[in-house]
């Protein structure tokens, strides 16, 4: 159960390092100056919504 749980936790961070990053270095340009984990929650939003957005679901 623990392995599981620390696996979750590494690909969720794995999978949303791409927004994640991306957003730190748009905040940054802006003027607001974050660190990833103070990101990560916004990171994680933005790619459960790139993902809901380009799947395709057929009923």
Not at 7 to 15: F, G
Not at 26 to 39: C, D, Q, T, W
Not at 40 to 46: A, M, N, T
């Amino acid at each position: 159960m623990f392995t599981a749980l620390v696996v979750a936790v590494v690909v969720l961070l794995v999978a949303t390092f791409p927004s994640t990053w991306l957003l730190m270095l748009f905040l940054g340009n802006v003027g607001i100056h974050v660190s990833y984990f103070g990101v990560l929650p916004l990171g994680i939003l933005v790619s459960t919504l790139l993902g809901a957005s380009t799947s395709r679901v057929t009923h």
